[in-house]
């Protein structure tokens, strides 16, 4: 299972330098903003600025959780990793996978956007993925519809009893 994954953007173009840059500035304002997280995250207003990028839905998720990510993105080091990744590229020894694989991904994912943000999977990495894209869904379908994300993990590993209108099996982007 992959959850909108990254990497999957052209080598070379300038969606991962620009994914980059505003993965630096999130990082910088998360550690700002950590020591206040329980009372930003009490407002509803707090709550919609901390899931802006990742969630298009986000009222049903609780303020304790939201704040324990707040925290957790401040505290690691999150500015090496990406400054790593910018100098030495970003692939994936696809000849290694050798289970089956299920991609979700949002059609509204602000972080890494469909089909640019995923290309490379489609077309080079992973093509015969069972590849599912949820409509008005942001980058994080585990925080924005959970129970429509763990249902499509547990018929893929599985648990075939459940079934989702809202879920729709695509040919991965190429």
Do not use: K
């Amino acid at each position: 299972m992959a959850l909108a994954p990254a990497g999957g953007w052209e080598a070379g173009g300038d969606l991962y330098p620009a994914i980059a840059h505003r993965q630096a500035n999130m990082h910088r304002g998360t550690r700002d903003v950590a020591v206040t997280a329980e009372t930003l995250v009490s407002m509803l207003a707090g709550r919609r600025a901390v899931t802006s990028s990742t969630t298009v839905a986000f009222e049903h998720i609780p303020p304790e959780l939201l704040a324990h990510q707040i925290r957790g993105l401040a505290a690691c080091d999150a500015l090496s990793m990406i400054d790593m990744a910018l100098r030495e590229g970003y692939d994936l020894d696809a000849e290694r996978v050798t289970c089956p694989v299920r991609i979700l991904w949002g059609t509204s994912d602000d972080i890494l956007p469909l089909p640019a943000g995923a290309v490379r999977y489609g077309r080079d990495w992973l093509p015969t993925a069972d590849w599912i894209e949820l409509d008005d869904v942001g980058h994080a379908p585990q925080l924005d519809v959970p129970l429509e994300t763990a249902q499509l993990i547990l018929d893929f590993t599985g648990d075939r009893q459940w079934t989702l209108s809202s879920a729709r099996l695509r040919e991965p982007p190429r």
